[in-house]
């Protein structure tokens, strides 16, 4: 409250009309639940809906009291009614200010780490209360503006998460349904994130009678309700019995049977409406409009006037800008508003003062007769310009509105550019376009428009292109780049023409449209002068050819982008480039992962000296991803965790940190470590990723899932992952994953039928060649649907026909024999491609002919091929194919039990069920017993597997060794996964101590 405030309300009442709470047990109760569970360090949000007045606000703010005498805080902030000037972020800024009010901004930016950092930008107070201002506070959001919005999305959840390690917190946002963009954005942001702010709950209430289909909560409140601890309630109308309770408590005594019949039939059980009948006497309106209005009406009229003022005010005015505006003396005003508190229309608030109900706002605000209107708001519009300070929030975004809704086009076209600017700044990128969009509305209203806001109005149209691209609104930013471009002459400025054509390539939906903006726009820039632009446009160019059929023209283009931008010094244009060049491997060479990982490094350098973090991460991305291709899949998964953590640091967490969740979770699952990999793919997914990305995760979830045995938790993900991906224009790298494990997952339910079609439909349908990394997977899980097929009982067999495992087998045939397998993780694909081939031929095999024989020595070398890459499921799933095939040509039994012993326990292991199950069932089979494999994990190995002791064995041969470099390299690539689990189990810090103990306990003489 401001303080002049405290005194004028010296002995007036502001009690709510009904000072009991009537009702709402279970909704109090579920909300302590959610309170209990964050308390317990759950994550907990409660999305509260209901009609206008049916008490959302009075149930917040009794839980609230309930809270606060428990000793939680609780933080309270509401979504303005400003219509589409919304103030961006303006619950989240309230809920600040109410905290520096209480606990002093040194205490604030204590929490923030000593920074006011980026929520200095929408408390400036904050920012000056710093201890050294910083530097950067007040530069131009223009830059790298999206980093600057994550920042600031990421200081708000460290103030959070600070806050709530210092006990319980409650944060409400009240009135979401008038929630700006800004402030919808990092609602969501903070609930998704809510892992990490134990002992925070989240309230938003919201009416639900406002949310017409469009309404843009809609889409929040859907995505929000995905999450496993966002629960949604509606709150309903009070009963007949609860509404006699109001009644009495408001009046004080019973009501009349007759009066209480009349009310609750005209307010039908709200509360609000019933409080308003009550205060009518015996006439009764018919709209709660005309109800509002005719208490306002017996209020003197200086106090009506006063009323409307300030309904124009939006949802608060202060006590000074009520008393500029409307001109009335300190002493005037304070009699005018007296009688309006006493009578419950207005409240005093922290800030100023408040209609009691929004509605009453509205109702007093359409009481204004238009030319009023007009008059009220210009004269706020004035205030605010005489006094800045006036103006509680920030002042042009005010000062746009007053403007606008004055209809002062002149005005209001400067002050929406000043809006513009300043929503920039807060990197409120929506607002932002939402003000220049005005501006653009207003220009031709306005004679000398260019005048005064100092740009013309096509570099206009060129900057609302930049924000709507920086938004992803692909569709705006090609309409305001046409508009631009009809607008330049490309002869006279053919650099900028280019560079506007550019982002129009970059953003067009269809890559051959993109392609030929580019191409145009390479035709204007050819002189000297423009070598910078013309690395620009082929840079971008190169990428996307990478994704079209065309993706041979690809490497010139992103070489001679290289070549220009060296030359011009432009460094994040290298970047872009030599990212795009490492992607395509060494020109007409077998790829080399060195000199991949030497160019992207270099991408790095370039990136990190143009400040450039998109195309740094960018980078890290390119950088784990072939380090997995290459079947390097620890450093694969460091790179990408290592980018992971920088992407959080640049406020990138949701974008390129959950797309790195991708290369992140994937070698994990390569190296069996199944569990890291489902978490950090859960995490992702509870960042609400883009879509594309969740399809990747869901997709790696699936097959995690599938090899655990879970098949209708496999389907579920598989069936999301294609959900997500419909639509989606095809690219190897997404819709091969997805389809291998549909094919993967058919194979599971025995519906090899399917299978097959699925296998032959998607061989036939896209082009595998070009793609040999996601093509082999598909190879391997197409051969292993035929070989399924061919060995199933007879019964399913005549479902699946001899002719369509042939007719898939030869279609596989013709192209494997030109499918390239560079690389040891390709290599072991084609090995157990070939193996699964050799398991579909077995039925065919002649009589006599050694099949099962050459196939047992085919998985014997899958499953070397698999260890040598460290991948444990796959070479678990050789071994048992390779023991299968042995026993099946009847030879040796002893090798082949020593090899399902193996492969049972690397399944244990990684929990992978199905293939367990399947070696205990063969072995039961063939008399084979696997009692002994237990032993492998017995305490008198310490806990050791098979498998770890093997690498044990080989870590002590190296010790002993060491002139054997060679050796000992390949075991650090290959060994590393099963060195770390040794070292914990033994308790040791190193390699070399390692095989010291298991020297000394002798463990290494039982492998
Ligand atoms: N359970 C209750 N007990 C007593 N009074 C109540 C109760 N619920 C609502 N009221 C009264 O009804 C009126 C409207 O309630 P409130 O302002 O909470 O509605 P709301 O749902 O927040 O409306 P809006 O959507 O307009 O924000 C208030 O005066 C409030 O005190
Ligand atoms: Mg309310």
Not at 61 to 89: K, M, N, T
Not at 96 to 120: C, K, N, P, Q, T
Request: proline share 5%; aromatic share 4%; net charge negative.
């Amino acid at each position: 409250m401001r303080r002049d405030d405290d005194d004028m309300l010296e002995g007036v009442s502001s009690r709510l009309i009904t000072p009991v709470f009537i009702g709402r047990r279970a909704q109090l109760a579920s909300l302590e639940a959610a309170y209990a569970a964050v308390r317990h360090g759950e994550p907990a949000t409660v999305l509260l809906g209901g009609e206008a007045g049916v008490g959302k606000s009075r149930l917040a703010a009794e839980f609230a009291g309930r809270v606060r005498a428990q000793g939680g805080r609780v933080l309270i902030g509401g979504c303005l009614e400003l219509g589409a000037d919304g103030l961006p972020f303006a619950p989240f800024t309230a809920v600040i200010r109410d905290l520096v009010r209480h606990d002093g901004a040194a205490a604030v930016i204590g929490l923030l780490g000593g920074r006011a950092g980026e929520i200095g930008r929408l408390l400036p107070d904050l920012a000056r209360a710093e201890p050294e201002p910083a530097q950067t506070a007040g530069s131009a959001a223009d830059t790298y503006p999206g980093e600057g919005r994550g920042r600031l999305f990421e200081q708000m959840l460290t103030l959070f998460e600070q806050l709530s390690a210092g006990g319980p917190v409650v944060l409400v946002v009240e009135d979401l349904h008038w929630a700006d963009h800004s402030t919808r954005d990092l609602l969501s942001f903070l609930v998704s994130n809510q892992r990490v702010l134990p002992g925070a709950l989240i309230i938003g209430t919201f009416r639900s009678d406002e949310l017409h289909r469009t309404h843009p909560l809609r889409p929040l409140l859907a995505e929000l309700a995905r999450l496993a601890w966002v629960e949604r309630a509606e709150l309903p109308r009070l009963t007949r019995r609860e509404t006699a309770e109001l009644l009495a408590s408001s009046l004080g005594r019973e009501v009349e049977p007759e009066r209480l019949d009349s009310v609750f039939a005209r307010s039908e059980g709200n509360p609000l409406f019933a409080e308003e009948l009550l205060c009518c006497g015996d006439e009764l309106p018919d709209s709660l409009r005309d109800l509002v209005l005719g208490r306002v009406q017996r209020l003197p009229p200086a106090t009506q006037d006063v009323l409307r003022i300030a309904g124009a005010a939006g949802d608060c005015a202060g006590y000074a800008l009520l008393s500029a505006v409307s001109g009335l003396s300190d002493g005037d005003l304070e009699s005018a508003l007296r009688p309006a508190v006493a009578a419950n229309v207005l409240v005093a608030s922290p800030d100023g003062y408040a209609f009691r109900h929004a509605l009453i706002r509205e109702a007093m605000y359409e009481d204004l007769l238009p030319g009023e209107r007009s008059r009220v708001h210009a004269g706020f519009a004035k205030a605010i310009t005489a006094d800045e300070s006036l103006a509680a929030g920030r002042p042009s975004i005010q000062l746009a509105h007053h403007w606008y809704a004055a209809h002062d086009l002149a005005q209001a076209l400067a002050a929406a550019w000043k809006a513009a600017a300043e929503a920039n700044r807060v990197f409120a990128y929506a607002e932002q376009l939402s003000m220049l969009s005005r501006v653009l509305e207003l220009w031709d209203e306005v004679p000398d428009a260019a005048q005064r806001v100092g740009t013309s109005h096509d570099q206009l149209l060129e900057k609302a292109a930049r924000v709507a691209h920086l938004l992803g609104e692909q569709e705006r930013t090609r309409a305001f780049i046409s508009a631009a471009l009809r607008e330049i002459d490309p002869a006279a400025d053919p650099g900028r023409a280019a560079l506007l054509l550019e982002i129009r390539g970059r953003s067009s939906p269809d890559p051959e449209d993109g392609i030929a903006d580019l191409h145009n726009a390479l035709a204007l820039v050819t002189g000297d002068d423009q070598q910078r632009e013309r690395a620009v446009v082929l840079a971008t160019l190169a990428l996307r050819l990478c994704k079209t059929p065309a993706v041979a023209c690809a490497r010139p283009a992103a070489e001679q982008a290289l070549q220009l931008a060296e030359a011009a010094g432009d460094a994040a244009t290298q970047a872009s480039a030599l990212s795009t060049l490492a992607m395509l491997g060494p020109d007409g060479r077998p790829s080399d992962l060195d000199v991949e990982l030497e160019m992207l490094a270099r991408a790095r350098a370039a990136a990190a000296q143009a400040g450039d973090y998109h195309l740094m991460l960018r980078t890290a991305i390119n950088e784990s991803h072939v380090l997995e291709g290459a079947g390097q899949h620890e450093r694969a998964a460091q790179v990408a965790r290592d980018g992971i953590a920088e992407a959080a640091r640049y406020g990138l967490a949701r974008t390129q940190g959950t797309f790195l969740a991708i290369n992140l979770a994937e070698p994990l699952y390569s190296l069996g470590r199944w569990e890291e990999s489902v978490e950090v793919i859960e995490r992702a997914l509870d960042l609400s990723a883009p879509t594309a990305t969740r399809a990747s995760l869901f997709q790696l979830a699936g097959l995690i899932a599938l090899a655990r045995g879970q098949a209708d938790a496999a389907c579920r993900a598989a069936d999301t992952a294609a959900r997500l991906r419909t639509g989606e224009r095809y690219q190897a790298q997404h819709h091969l994953p997805t389809a291998t494990l549909q094919i993967e997952l058919l194979i599971a339910q025995r519906r090899y039928r399917e299978a097959l079609d699925a296998a032959l439909e998607l061989i036939r349908r896209y082009d595998l060649q070009a793609s040999p990394r996601y093509a082999w997977p598909v190879m391997v899980a197409a051969a292993r649907a035929a070989a399924e097929a061919a060995g199933a009982p007879a019964a399913a067999r005549a479902e699946s026909p001899a002719e369509a495992v042939a007719e898939l087998l030869a279609a596989l045939a013709t192209e494997a024999a030109k499918l390239g397998a560079e690389g040891p993780d390709r290599r072991a694909h084609q090995l157990t491609y070939a193996a699964e081939v050799l398991r579909a031929r077995r039925p065919e095999a002649p009589e006599g002919r050694a099949g099962p024989a050459g196939e047992a020595a085919a998985w014997e070398q899958a499953a070397a091929a698999w260890e040598a890459v460290g991948e444990p499921y796959p070479l678990a799933a050789a071994l048992f194919r390779s023991a299968e095939a042995a026993l099946a040509s009847g030879s040796d039994k002893d090798e082949a039990g020593r090899k399902l012993r193996r492969a049972a326990e690397i399944a244990a292991g990684l929990g992978a069920h199905p293939l367990g199950e399947m070696a205990a069932q063969l072995a039961r089979r063939a008399r084979i017993p696997m009692g002994e494999a237990r032993a492998g994990a017995s305490p008198a190995t310490g806990g050791l597997t098979t498998r770890e002791l093997d690498v044990l064995a080989l870590v002590a041969a190296r010790d002993e060794q060491r002139a054997d470099r060679q050796r000992a390299v390949h075991l650090a690539e290959e060994a590393s996964v099963y060195v770390s689990n040794i070292m914990s189990k033994l308790g040791v810090a190193s390699r070399g101590e390692a095989a010291a103990a298991a020297r000394d306990r002798g463990l290494l003489d039982m492998t």
